[in-house]
């Protein structure tokens, strides 16, 4: 019989988990959206908030853990030192807003609600965040969820059986420009192929030359809007 | 913008091909391999002795930030056999 390897075991796990972690996404998704609706009741014409919840794929989550190590190896001798609940991004939100100060709105209001989630913002190259990014668990309910002021930094949900799993999950707030960027960067090239993941750093220096463009293009259209709007106010 | 060039010039004209599956710099010939960490946190200076450094070994030579275990040594030499 073939020997099982850590990602037969992996797989298993993920298996295991996926209905679980759809609930979550849904879950944080409907949670963030209804927090937004103070923003998104007064958007102007030109002014866009999208919510996007995503599970990782199961490749990507293996993969994940696999490039985590030297090498991008797995340990053959400990797999038991392997569990994709250690991924903090296995469930992921994604706030995208259009001009960038709506997305510095929607962090402030969100932080509101999430003021325990652990802050880990996104930087390009020279240090300049790109985005907001917070990571906190979910433990789920099948009956309803029940908030905890545990003493770990996150929210948690006690399930109403005796089984309690927390889920890792995290959520970012990008502007709409690079946040599509992302889209088409993560899901056209790595999904397709985990495998090209690895060529993320050596790209470094061209994907920070479209962030700049990105910016470049979203600085102009504010100011063009902020001109536009006072001349309209005289 | 921190350039990544000239550490990868010191790399590609000593023979060393980036394995992004492995998102390593690898040299075949010289049995050595850097991990990108080693490569994006180490000055010129370092990366430059050693690729200097003589393996004396006839096993593979692994350059990494952290401390590899034995089994993930093992692996890493494995899949570059």
Same mark, same amino acid.
């Given at each position: 019989?073939?020997?099982?390897?850590?990602?037969?075991?992996?797989?298993?796990?993920?298996?295991?988990?996926? !209905?679980?972690?759809? $609930?979550?996404?849904?879950? &944080?998704?409907?949670?963030?959206?209804?927090?937004?609706?103070? %923003?998104?009741? *007064?958007?102007?014409?030109?002014?866009?908030?999208?919510?996007?919840? $995503?599970?990782?794929?199961?490749?990507?989550?293996?993969?994940?853990? +696999? +490039?985590?190590?030297?090498?991008?190896?797995?340990? $053959?001798? *400990? !797999?038991?030192?392997?569990?994709?609940?250690?991924?903090?991004?296995?469930?992921?939100?994604?706030?995208? /807003?259009?001009?960038?100060?709506?997305?510095?709105?929607?962090?402030?209001?969100?932080?509101?609600?999430?003021?325990?989630?652990?802050?880990?913002? %996104?930087?390009?190259?020279?240090?300049?965040? &790109?985005?907001?990014?917070?990571?906190?668990?979910?433990? #789920?309910?099948?009956?309803?969820? %029940?908030?905890?002021?545990?003493?770990?930094?996150?929210?948690?949900? $006690?399930?109403?059986?005796?089984?309690?799993?927390?889920?890792?999950?995290?959520? #970012?707030?990008?502007?709409?420009?690079?946040?599509?960027?992302?889209?088409?960067?993560?899901?056209?090239?790595?999904?397709? /192929?985990?495998?090209?993941?690895?060529?993320?750093?050596?790209?470094?220096?061209?994907?920070?030359?479209?962030?700049?463009?990105?910016?470049?293009?979203?600085?102009?259209?504010?100011?063009?809007?902020?001109?536009?709007?006072?001349?309209?106010?005289? | 913008?921190?350039?990544?060039?000239?550490?990868?010039?010191?790399?590609?004209?000593?023979?060393?091909?980036?394995?992004?599956? +492995?998102?390593?710099?690898?040299?075949?010939?010289?049995?050595?391999?850097?991990?990108?960490?080693?490569?994006?946190?180490?000055?010129?200076?370092?990366? /430059?002795?050693?690729?200097?450094?003589?393996?004396?070994?006839?096993?593979?030579?692994?350059?990494?930030?952290?401390?590899?275990?034995?089994?993930?040594?093992?692996? %890493?030499? +494995?899949?570059?056999?």
């Amino acid at each position: 019989m073939a020997e099982r390897t850590i990602e037969d075991q992996l797989r298993e796990q993920y298996v295991t988990l996926l !209905p679980e972690l759809t $609930r979550v996404a849904e879950h &944080l998704k409907t949670q963030i959206e209804y927090f937004l609706l103070p %923003i998104a009741r *007064h958007l102007k014409p030109h002014e866009s908030l999208l919510v996007k919840a $995503r599970v990782k794929d199961c490749n990507s989550a293996i993969d994940k853990l +696999r +490039r985590g190590n030297p090498g991008g190896v797995f340990d $053959r001798n *400990h !797999p038991e030192i392997y569990n994709l609940l250690s991924l903090r991004d296995l469930v992921g939100v994604r706030v995208m /807003a259009f001009p960038s100060g709506r997305a510095m709105e929607v962090d402030r209001l969100l932080r509101l609600e999430f003021g325990d989630w652990i802050a880990d913002p %996104i930087r390009d190259g020279t240090g300049k965040q &790109l985005a907001f990014k917070y990571n906190g668990q979910y433990t #789920q309910s099948p009956m309803h969820w %029940i908030r905890s002021l545990a003493a770990d930094l996150a929210f948690k949900y $006690r399930r109403y059986t005796e089984s309690v799993e927390d889920i890792p999950c995290e959520y #970012q707030i990008v502007s709409t420009l690079i946040g599509l960027f992302w889209d088409i960067e993560h899901a056209a090239i790595y999904k397709q /192929a985990p495998n090209l993941k690895g060529l993320e750093p050596v790209m470094r220096e061209q994907t920070y030359a479209v962030y700049l463009a990105l910016k470049a293009f979203e600085d102009e259209f504010e100011r063009q809007i902020q001109i536009s709007e006072s001349s309209t106010h005289d | 913008m921190p350039r990544q060039s000239e550490k990868t010039h010191l790399l590609d004209s000593a023979g060393y091909v980036y394995n992004f599956e +492995r998102m390593m710099y690898i040299n075949r010939q010289a049995k050595k391999a850097f991990s990108y960490e080693y490569i994006d946190d180490n000055p010129e200076s370092v990366i /430059a002795s050693s690729i200097q450094e003589p393996n004396k070994k006839q096993d593979w030579l692994i350059y990494t930030n952290l401390p590899m275990s034995e089994g993930t040594e093992q692996e %890493i030499k +494995r899949v570059l056999q």
